[in-house]
């Protein structure tokens, strides 16, 4: 695929979409790349109903192919929280410190046997000629009461992945690509594309 926009601002999030994708997509720009980028309402009830929404309004507005992922914690002491608001559990316009000092504030008391979570993805792919395409991820682990690492970003520093001895954010780019949820969705995105190109016979 020669180019590709992925909706989103983050460039967290886009430097790991992009080398995921090395090789495969020529070209992958962001939100920023294109003025008056419209700012997606993401009002859905799921993960899954606001990346398709982000993507289908990507793809009108560029002209382009679009990929868009909805990403969150779900806790488990919090009844799934803060879920489809992990981006603004704080409120709106919140940034990551806020959100993680509210997430722990929300924890405080909740016993170490008791603060299972997960992240979870919903992926979309849209097209000009019409295919959409969802592709999902999920990843187990446990809230801390205090944030370690200082690589990744959003609640990385709070979430200690079940079967390692180390949080999202103290892990490398290429090792949490290799097990977080936007990485599992990525995955499948990548296959995605090599399958279509295999049965066009065409370069996708």
């Known amino acids: 695929m020669k180019e590709l926009v992925v909706a989103t601002r983050n ?26 980028f419209p700012e997606t309402v993401e009002d859905g009830a799921t993960f899954a109903g606001n990346a398709l929404k982000k993507a289908r309004e990507a793809m009108l507005f560029t002209g382009l192919p679009a990929l868009a992922d909805d990403s969150g914690l779900a806790v488990n002491a919090l009844k799934g929280a803060p879920g489809v608001y992990s981006a603004r559990f704080a409120g709106e316009g919140a940034d990551d410190a806020a959100n993680n000092r509210r997430l722990l504030a929300e924890m405080k008391g909740v016993p170490p046997d008791r603060r299972q979570a997960a992240f979870i993805c919903a992926m979309a792919f849209v097209t000009p000629e019409g295919p959409e395409q969802m592709f999902t991820g ?43 949820h936007r990485g599992q969705a990525l995955r499948q995105f990548r296959e995605y594309l090599g399958q279509r190109a295999t049965e066009s016979n065409v370069k996708v």
């Open 138 to 180: 999920s990843i187990a682990g446990h809230v801390l009461s205090e944030g370690r690492g200082r690589g990744g970003f959003g609640y990385d520093p709070l979430f200690l992945v079940d079967g390692f001895e180390r949080t999202m954010a103290e892990l490398t780019l290429e090792e949490k690509n290799g097990i977080s």
């Open 11 to 36: 460039r967290g999030k886009l430097e790991e979409i992009r080398a995921v994708l090395a090789g495969v997509v020529e070209t992958v720009y962001c939100s920023v790349d294109f003025p008056d």
